[in-house]
């Protein structure tokens, strides 16, 4: 057992020791803390000022002023691009675009939306409304190249209708197929697309053209000789029929026969 003289003399020699390292380590902590709660603090201010400057854009898209409306968007994008606002803002300007007949700067629009570091939720949203535009465009292998791998999850309905029509502009009639039957067995399609009208789609689909019976056309034509060599010779005993009739065209020998009877007369 130590004394009590004994025990502060072991305190103090601990804390010569290691006390430098309590102290760095408790100002650390503090430091830690201070920054974490600035940083929350700055992140807060940032949402509010961002949902400040988003709730002017929707206005100025209401009221259709495009010149307002891109200023406020670009500033939402260059100083609080990590916000959530900022893709919202893209897909804002999409619409405004789209009303204003600008449909290639609402394609642009949603390219760089997908191409930034949005949330998955929002880069659906922006994926479906290309390949709408894209299809509206005509530009089917567009949509395919875009949807084709995703579809799944809460979207892969909305895709997969899209899908079955750039297919079905394609002249891809199975894949068309295979495309709206997915919609229709998706237990999630109710409630994103109409599946009554995906029904439709599907029942008024042509009859696929298979590969395999084009190749075999082109070996029609042998066939078809051997055919008609078989008919011609069917044919030649018909062509005999003539000869069968000579005695007919002995006639005249009848009549040489009846001349001498007549001189006797």
Known sequence: LLSEKEQIEQIRSWWSEYGGYVI???GLGIAVLAGYNYYQSSKLEAQIEGSTMYESLTQHVVSGSLEEAEIVAGELGEKYADTSYAAQAKLAMTRLYMDKNRDQDAIDMLAELLASPADEAT?????????RLLA????????VD??????????????????????Y???????????????????????TVDQQLVQWKALDLPEPVAEAPAATEAEAPEPVDESVGEESSAEEPAAE?????EPAAEEPAVDETVEPSEAEE
């Open 241 to 245: 029929e003539p000869a069968a009739e």
């Open 24 to 26: 760095g380590g408790l």
């Open 169 to 191: 502009a394609l002249g891809r009639i199975e894949d068309a197929q295979a495309a709206y039957q997915r919609v229709l067995l998706d237990p999630l399609a109710q409630a």
């Open 146 to 167: 875009l949807l084709e791998g995703h579809e799944s999850g809460a979207f892969a309905a909305i895709y997969n209708e899209l899908l079955g029509d750039a297919y």
């Open 136 to 143: 509206y465009q005509g530009k089917s292998q567009e949509v």
């Open 123 to 131: 880069k659906n949203v922006a994926r479906a409304r290309l390949a």
